[in-house]
């Protein structure tokens, strides 16, 4: 499994020896598998890691557990630490999101700050093949477009998430023959949440009642998706160039005669490409 994800990191040029990677520790199995992995690999090529534990000011003691074992895991790796202690639920209200989004967003923030004070150059996160596959269900249900059906990339700028090569049970497994303990966020059992819901009802029933690889199958065809979508990218630029013209001041001038030599399915790609840029 570690050389699985070796490789998964060389395929997609995630990591080298000169980078500083801020990687996101909750403490959770998927964290905890990420970080001992990254600290393996860092003995074999040289980059550094700063590990970043945001504590939510939820969950009371359960929390503060989480927080202390963090830092007893990174001592004993020799890994450079950095806790936050945050007000979830005070930014929740105050921005009028669930608590799931306030966290989301908290979090993004915190390791964006962390990248640039510690001259960081990469932003690892441990997201795995099940997370991928509930975003797919999520963005299907809601609505999305030819991105949204390409799930979590593996890296987009800064970020990169290693572990999207793996599902859930083979982290654990992975932790489990090695002795490795980790924390459990009692909060992603309960049903308070659509992303737990889908978690432990939607994915668990395709599985069992439909076809045991569902979320491996999801991972291959998300894969697919986010060749698909830069190659549409590349084209829609391509056609782009050859019928819009900026004339600065928010105005663009479309060439009708070369607009309609635009295949027809990359007509709306290159209509919002105008839009964005004239906006």
Same mark, same amino acid.
């Given at each position: 499994?570690? $050389?699985? *994800? ?14 500083? *990677?801020?990687?996101? *520790? ?15 690999? !860092?003995?074999? !090529? ?36 950095? =806790?936050?202690?945050?007000? *979830? $639920? ?99 059992? !309960?049903?308070?949440? =659509? ?13 069992? $009642? ?31 160039? !050859? ?17 309609? $030599? ?18």
């Amino acid at each position: 499994m570690y $050389q699985r *994800v070796k490789e998964y990191i060389r395929r997609y040029h995630m990591l080298d020896g000169k980078d500083r *990677v801020i990687t996101g *520790v909750s403490g959770g199995a998927d964290s905890i598998c990420l970080l001992f992995m990254l600290s393996k690999m !860092s003995l074999e !090529s040289g980059f550094t890691i700063v590990a970043v534990h945001v504590h939510h000011g939820l969950r009371g003691d359960a929390a503060d557990g989480d927080a202390a074992y963090v830092e007893d895991i990174c001592r004993e790796l020799g890994i450079k630490l950095r =806790t936050f202690h945050e007000d *979830v $639920q005070g930014y929740a209200r105050k921005k009028g999101l669930t608590l799931e989004e306030a966290g989301r967003d908290v979090r993004r923030r915190i390791f964006e700050k962390v990248l640039e004070q510690e001259k960081g150059t990469r932003i690892a996160l441990a997201h795995h093949q099940n997370d991928n596959a509930e975003t797919l269900v999520l963005n299907l249900c809601r609505g999305c477009g030819l991105r949204g059906l390409g799930g979590i990339a593996p890296i987009a700028g800064a970020w990169i998430h290693p572990l999207l090569c793996l599902k859930r049970e083979e982290i654990e497994s992975y932790l489990g023959n090695r002795g490795i303990s980790y924390c459990t966020d009692e909060s992603n059992l !309960s049903d308070d949440y =659509t992303r737990n819901r889908v978690r432990a009802h939607v994915l668990p029933y395709l599985e069992d $009642q439909v076809n045991s690889q569902t979320v491996r199958h999801m991972s291959e065809t998300m894969e697919q998706m986010r060749m698909l979508g830069e190659y549409i990218g590349r084209e829609t630029e391509r056609y782009a160039k !050859s019928c819009i013209r900026y004339e600065g001041e928010g105005r663009a001038v479309l060439n009708k005669e070369n607009f309609l $030599q635009v295949p027809e399915a990359l007509r709306q790609a290159v209509l919002h490409e105008m839009l964005c840029r004239a906006a």
